[in-house]
């Protein structure tokens, strides 16, 4: 067994979620963040960006699932898919299971995608597939760049301050709206984080005018509750079927992610 | 502000969720458990019975609405009703909420109800409405020993291990079953635990053929995901509308709550 050891991420100034780990297999300080693998007991090998779980071997499927596969459902033409962030590449593995001619990754930070590939690699072997392009630049400026168009906008950031703080942002939007009919991202706990929510979903709809709210179960995020958000610029048909094998989505359960506590709905949509 | 503290419940033996507290406000081995009411930062007041989290003021709410209301909307005669455990009155404010004529609560340590009338009132004042008797019994024994039935059993217990053990089993569950047409039980993490799950919805099947998993985000429990089962004894209609001023239920979040993700559906129903 050898010896273990805790390590504890602090969720909230009053909470904390702490994980026994084997062993520290990875720390650095990059010009961006600090990013750290820890191989832990009961998730498995966890990847931790500011000291903070972007995602975990056991429960990781479940964010993946669930920020790629409804928005993909709802695509009729699937050529060109962008992923903002996503350096691990488990974003990215679900894109792939689509046949897509080619995919955009755009992640700020070389050294998530380059530890990654070394610590995580039944996510970020899917950088090896021909149909992918990384580009590692600030994706808010890559994206104002482009000439030309995507058929899906992916977010797949760290919470919104520093770096990612710009991917919550009117500016932003207003770019992904000029360049893509279908834009899906994290948006935080709406547990803890409902006026976040409430105030980010009224920006999006200003250039999206029909967004979804969907929640989702993932057990290492803080309080568990975890909501997405999908931009689109007219209303859609209910997703397709997604490709075999998944673990967690379905289309009914999406529709189910959407029926959202009175709390949430509240908060989200009275007056 | 005064010196904080953090105390932590060890989830399962490679996790730990820790509270940042200002004060220990209660705590006392009785001869049944160990009783300790904790003052938070993040989630108010929180009553933990053998080092577990039972409740807490910021998101009890959730487990209280999901374990009543659902089987309540259900009943068309609610005249009796039966709580086994639930001493901390939370399910009972719930229950109340409805037009009964009596409700039993059936707790076996009697520290428990007076330790919440003291430090959780805005849920243990609900024992002084002149529907409630309360039984300071084993609750398997009382309700055998009962000679009358009941519209509805509500099984709101710890863990399946040490005294709530005997709730989980087959006895127990043929007992309710001559008991009432209706019965409902917490069943832990489906995330962590969907193995006890399977089995005992089998269990629960041989008694009442017409059972339901459900499930809900509950922060502060193990994974943060729920479930639930509810056992009939034949298919039922869908649940009426609930009483007004509820947080987190609404019948069409029951439907929603139905709908299991691909892992959990998968390990309950294929063979």
């Not at 993909?72 to 488990?90: A, H, Q, T």
């Not at 760290?158 to 992904?176: C, K, M, N, Q, Y």
């Not at 709406?190 to 009224?202: A, G, I, N, Q």
Request: glycine share 6%.
């Amino acid at each position: 067994m050898g010896k273990m050891n805790w390590f504890c991420e602090e969720q909230t100034p009053g909470l904390k979620l702490c994980f026994k780990y084997r062993e520290l297999l990875h720390s650095e300080e990059t010009p961006y963040q600090k990013i750290e693998v820890y191989d832990t007991e009961e998730y498995g090998r966890i990847l931790l960006l500011d000291g903070k779980v972007m995602l975990t071997e056991k429960d990781g499927f479940i964010y993946h699932e669930m920020l790629v596969h409804p928005a993909m459902g709802y695509l009729k033409k699937r050529e060109k898919v962008v992923i903002i962030g996503g350096g691990d590449g488990g974003c990215l593995k679900e894109v792939l299971k689509y046949p897509v001619k080619e995919v955009y990754v755009v992640e700020i930070d070389r050294r998530v995608v380059e530890v990654s590939k070394k610590y995580l690699p039944f996510l970020a072997s899917s950088f090896d597939d021909p149909r992918v392009k990384v580009f590692y630049e600030d994706g808010y400026r890559w994206l104002k760049e482009r000439e030309d168009k995507f058929d899906l906008v992916i977010v797949d950031s760290t919470d919104p301050v520093g770096p990612a703080e710009i991917l919550f942002s009117d500016e932003f939007l207003r770019v992904v709206s000029e360049k893509s009919f279908l834009y899906v991202t994290q948006s935080e706990s709406p547990f803890l984080h409902v006026d976040f929510l409430r105030d980010f979903l009224k920006r999006v709809k200003k250039y999206f005018p029909y967004p979804l709210v969907y929640l989702a179960w993932i057990p290492t995020y803080p309080s568990g509750m975890w909501s997405f958000v999908m931009g689109r610029k007219r209303d859609t048909d209910i997703p397709d079927s997604p490709p075999p094998g998944l673990r967690y989505y379905t289309p009914r359960l999406f529709e189910a992610s959407r029926v959202l506590p009175v709390f949430v709905w509240k908060r989200l949509y009275s007056p």
